[in-house]
């Protein structure tokens, strides 16, 4: 596991579950913000009768690979974490490396647009406060 700093109160980790998760300091204690890769939903291609099905994947010349694609960028577990940027003490982007060979760049601004639909209050207080 792997941790960064994003301001004096919130870091980021990430580890064996191949996503940066965002966690803050509380008078309780560490608290879990939000998983901070999250992907963005593939538009429904609605009811495909079976015949339908049968053809696409006949032109494709693949079978249906349903549950085995991953919900993260990462393909295997995430071993760094480094800082890139940042602006009055703190982080606007940093980036990860795996097992994977994937370097990935992380934009709060863009995480933060990603994860406003949030329902936890520390997550809509740190992208309304520019990561405070």
């Given at each position: 596991?792997?941790?960064?700093?994003?301001?004096?109160t919130s870091f980021v980790a990430a580890g064996h579950n191949m996503s940066p998760d965002l966690f803050y300091g509380s008078d309780s204690g560490i608290v879990f913000?939000?998983?901070?890769?999250?992907?963005k939903?593939?538009?429904?291609?609605g009811n495909m009768s079976a015949m339908a099905?049968?053809?696409?994947?006949?032109?494709?010349?693949k079978a249906e690979t349903e549950g085995t694609t991953l919900e993260t960028t990462h393909a295997n577990c995430i071993t760094e974490i480094r800082l890139i940027a940042s602006a009055n003490g703190k982080v606007t982007?940093?980036?990860?490396s795996g097992k994977d060979g994937q370097v990935v760049i992380w934009e709060m601004d863009s995480i933060c647009s990603a994860i406003a639909g949030s329902r936890s209050e520390f997550v809509k207080?740190?992208?309304?406060?520019?990561s405070k």
């Open positions: 596991m792997c941790l960064l700093w994003l301001s004096e913000g939000a998983k901070l890769d999250v992907k939903e593939k538009a429904s291609s099905r049968f053809q696409k994947l006949d032109v494709q010349g982007k940093f980036s990860t207080r740190f992208c309304a406060r520019g």
